[in-house]
């Protein structure tokens, strides 16, 4: 992480965020414009408004019942070939520090960019995702990644995103998570968090930015602990810079299979963000465009 970015990482874990934002945003007032105009074009459901309602007063929202069968049984269907490719990606990300995950999608990438008609992507653009997520943040989002990743046992003291914590890559961070294997037991590793409200109650501390159980558990009653333990296929949208979070806890013998996609409200506030992990294809949507920071 350069200079520039942890400066921001820091101002993202303050106060100081909104205002940082609101100038960034002013800068590109044109396109922030347009964002929000396009979002009246949405057509968006009432279950998808209860969604995206749900999400900003609580932090969550579980949407399997807005999701494409179509694409849900296709994401399935590519998700188990990737298992056959956990040994190979993991001999490639050898001094990837997160050891307990593997990260599957490099081999789908040319150059470091997936085409906009991958399934992987097409998945985040369905209109049960983008609308939900749309109607909660205001404005059509800009799509930040998206991620296949497998969580296994390393037998490593708990680190990184295995300890609670938020994500501060910018004011409003909603995640879209699939399971692609079962999670059903505290061994696959389950998706844990805690809902918006109970976040508050813990704070922003100025110290450190993961956190242990017996922290959190000082300032938050452990039965608010909300764990998505879940058959595959299920998913679900979080809200990670509201609500602390952690996952990943995998048992010996156990792993876990997950799609990630990561949408932001435009603009990207760390720097990088015209080395798009995305390229169009010839049919690819002006609005698609948009979403994939491509416009």
Known sequence: ???????????????????????????????????????????????????????????????SELIDPSLLKQLAASGEAKLSEIEAADKQQAGYWKKF?????DSEMVDGKLAADNLFVRYALQPGVVNVVASALGEVPW??????????HT????????????????????????????????????????????TDRFGY??????????????KVPRQDVKVMKAPRLVSFMIDTSRCLHMGSRIAPGHGRLMYTATFI????????GKNRPFRATPGTSERDKMILGLG
């Not at 409200?265 to 990088?272: E, K, T, V």
């Open 155 to 198: 037998g490593q003291a708990l680190a990184s995103s295995q300890l609670w914590h938020r994500d501060h890559d910018d004011v409003r961070v909603v995640k879209f998570y699939t399971y692609l294997t079962d999670v059903q037991e505290d061994a696959d590793g389950p998706f844990t968090f805690l809902s918006r409200q109970s």
């Open 265 to 272: 409200a435009f603009p990207r506030m760390f720097p990088g």
């Open 101 to 105: 995950l593997v990260h599957l999608l």
């Open 205 to 218: 501390p100025l110290l450190g930015s993961h956190f242990s159980d017996d922290e959190v558990f000082e």
């Open 1 to 63: 992480m350069g200079l520039m970015s942890r400066a921001l990482w820091q101002v993202n874990r303050s106060p100081l965020r909104w205002a940082v934002k609101t100038g960034v945003s002013t800068w590109h007032y044109g396109a922030k414009r347009q964002r929000k105009q396009e979002l009246n074009g949405l057509d968006v459901s009432a279950a998808q408004e209860a969604a995206a309602n749900g999400l900003n007063r609580d932090g969550y929202a579980i949407v």
């Open 143 to 152: 799509l930040d990644y998206v991620m296949l990743s497998y969580s296994r």
